[in-house]
């Protein structure tokens, strides 16, 4: 993924950047309170739980014995708890844990040093000087008697520590809600973009490439981009906030060790390129083999009844075989890079740390002024295995990265194809005048499908253009409804050049009836009115009629509401045709075309639609493309096309007069002529 890739994401995250940065807030907060455990642990330990191997002050009973300690009918209070400076101290004692027991020393002796006991003979050994004391062991009641007055420092430690744990959930709730809502709005307005930017492309896009491969970038390409904003990209900035925070308290605790932890940074970094170039070359072919499989079963789908009648379906399986082939190979690449750096890297980098830390801990040992307490090794310790754990998931989201940086450049490649803004500023109804001038027209290149062409339609008039496969009577319509523009020459419409106006405005006084109509999922209404909102329900009505389709749709269930199925598949191709030409109709076009739109109609159904062709006519301009020369021998003008020439023009009896082509074609039709026309 390149530069402007990464800087397109991060401009589509800001369109929701306040919901974004309340997010990272609560996020900053909940691991701040987090945070705060190990350091509520450490106070805990030092204080209330190791704490009492301490010098013991002997004092007068007051009236406050909450951190009074009675022993041997005397109070005895720590010296770290000693705050009033009035208080008289009577005598000094000394506590000292060795191994799991306690020991009372009747005088102040240093705290550090090696000690070791025998027949309750203290010996003390310091750099300095060995000391050798009397003590007295102390009984489990007597420990405890110590202990008491930690106790309730301890319960309100523990509450604080659970009421920050509460608070910190309540963040974590809302940093999950609002970055997956932050997610799923981002992901929402780029499937928007996308979508509408199909309505913008030329139409040879489509042409170029299978609709399943175009449907897996709206789909699954924009849903690994989901999981790189809902989960990636959260789970980065958590660790990265997390990991910052447990850093900074490291290096509270010790900072030379801090500093050490640090080369963490740069090994995740040189792993992370690794990863990258390694991920990225796997994903482009996954993601690419991911929507040829898509393309696939979507052709698989809708031609399973040819595929059957041809006995296809093992050629057909292996040819999906193959492509799931693929995709299973390079996911076992890629899942064996990810088990082979996410588990083994943090189990490494995590057994290295310990490893230092023991040797580091374990050698400050041994001197006596640098002996740590055990409230800070337990931090430290605390805090080095929550490091690990965003470490592990920043690697553990690595697939999913390099997934979501393939993905975004396979969406923003479709973003980036050319397109021209929709434009649907009304324009004056048309009043049909067509002129083609000396239009030549190629699909590629310079190989010309249609060569000099000039044609002269006038308003309400009814032409037809006839010709063999190829000739190019289908891309005169294609030109004409702008879904491409000619090399050479122009187009004009009420002497206004097609060029000019956008293709949505060319378009919007056209009407189209194919040889195969297309039905959308709905209802017999619908297909007529598009949802159109100037087209009642009563002028769709009407339109049925006039076609003649409230024959048959009189016999369904559900009459004109009657449910129709992705590409009408429940109608025959003449109820979907009535249905069409309605559809046409009810738009009230002032050009009409019909584009083979009689071939695969049965005898009876044709009779049907020239009758109500009659009435559609009226007052339009019609174009008719057909093979059967019966249905447009009442056209007022007649062009043959012969390899995108044009060969031959006139009405029905004109042509046969001229014993061409048309002538040759009409014999060959009726079955007086064996041998086709060339």
Not at 208 to 216: E, L, N, Q, Y
Request: glycine content about 6%.
């Amino acid at each position: 993924m390149n530069g402007s890739t990464e800087k397109r994401l991060f401009q589509y995250a800001l369109s929701y950047k306040k919901t974004i940065i309340i997010g990272l807030l609560c996020l900053l907060v909940a691991v701040s309170l987090e945070l705060a455990g190990p350091f509520i642990a450490k106070r805990i330990i030092d204080e209330h739980i190791t704490g009492i191997e301490s010098i013991w002050y002997q004092v007068e009973q007051g009236t406050d014995t909450s951190r009074l300690v009675e022993y041997n009918n005397a109070w005895y209070i720590r010296a770290d708890r000693l705050d009033d400076e009035e208080t008289t101290i009577i005598d000094t004692s000394t506590i000292l844990q060795i191994g799991r027991d306690y020991y009372w020393v009747n005088e102040e002796i240093p705290l550090q040093g090696n000690r070791s006991v025998d027949n309750g003979i203290i010996t003390v050994e310091s750099p300095n000087e060995t000391l050798t004391i009397e003590s007295d062991k102390l009984s489990i009641n007597e420990l405890y008697s110590f202990f008491k007055p930690e106790q309730q420092p301890i319960v309100y430690l523990l509450i604080l520590y659970v009421a920050l744990l509460l608070i910190a959930a309540i963040f974590q709730f809302g940093k999950t809600f609002l970055l997956q809502k932050a997610s799923n709005r981002i992901v929402q307005k780029m499937r928007n973009d996308v979508f509408n930017h199909t309505q913008k492309v030329p139409i040879n896009y489509f042409v170029d490439r299978p609709a399943g491969k175009i449907v897996a970038r709206i789909t699954n390409d924009t849903e690994a981009i989901r999981d790189l904003y809902e989960r990636v990209l959260s789970v980065f900035v958590t660790s990265i906030i997390y990991m910052f925070g447990i850093f900074v308290a490291l290096f509270i605790l010790d900072a030379k060790l801090a500093a050490f932890c640090l080369l963490l940074i740069p090994i995740m970094y040189g792993w992370m390129k690794f990863y990258k170039y390694f991920g990225t070359k796997y994903n482009k072919v996954i993601r690419s083999t991911v929507s040829e499989i898509n393309g696939n079963i979507n052709e698989s789908i809708r031609g399973m009844s040819i595929i059957q009648a041809f006995q296809k379906e093992n050629q057909v399986e292996k040819e999906f075989e193959a492509l799931n082939q693929r995709h299973f190979l390079y996911q076992k690449k890629l899942v064996r890079l990810s088990a082979l750096t996410s588990h083994n890297l943090v189990n490494v980098l995590r057994n290295l740390a310990f490893v230092t830390l023991i040797w580091y801990f374990g050698s400050s040992s041994l001197g006596v002024e640098s002996i740590i307490s055990a409230g800070v090794l337990y931090a430290f310790v605390d805090y080095l295995t929550r490091l690990f754990g965003p470490v592990n998931d920043v690697v553990n989201q690595l697939p999913l990265l390099e997934q979501a940086r393939v993905a975004s450049s396979r969406v923003f490649e479709l973003i980036d194809h050319d397109g021209e803004e929709i434009n649907n500023k009304p324009v004056p109804k048309f009043k049909g005048h067509i002129v083609f001038d000396h239009v030549w027209f190629a699909y590629d290149q310079d190989e010309y499908v249609l060569k000099d062409i000039q044609l002269d339609v006038q308003p309400g008039k009814t032409v037809a253009f006839v010709g063999h496969t190829g000739s190019g009577k289908s891309s005169i319509m294609n030109l004409l409804f702008r879904f491409y523009d000619p090399q050479k020459g122009k187009i004009m419409i009420d002497g206004i050049d097609t060029k000019s106006m956008s293709r949505q405005q060319v378009r919007s006084h056209m009407g189209i009836v194919l040889q195969d109509p297309f039905l959308f999922t709905g209802t017999i209404l619908s297909n007529v009115t598009m949802n159109h909102r100037e087209i009642s329900r009563e002028m769709a009505i009407r339109a049925l009629e006039s076609v003649g389709a409230n024959r048959f749709i009189a016999k369904l269930p559900n009459g004109y509401d009657e449910p129709v199925k992705e590409g009408g598949s429940t109608l025959s191709m003449g109820e979907r045709q009535l249905i069409s030409f309605a559809r046409a109709l009810a738009f009230d076009p002032a050009i009409l075309i019909l584009d083979e739109a009689m071939a695969n109609i049965d005898t009876e159904t044709e009779a049907v639609i020239q009758r109500a062709l009659e009435v559609i006519k009226q007052g339009r301009t019609t174009l008719v493309i057909a093979h059967r020369l019966s249905t447009i021998q009442q056209a007022d003008h007649i062009y043959v096309l012969d390899h995108g020439i044009m060969k031959e023009q006139g009405n029905h009896l004109e042509l046969l007069e001229q014993q061409g082509i048309y002538y040759q074609m009409y014999q060959m039709q009726q079955g007086k002529l064996r041998e086709p026309a060339i």
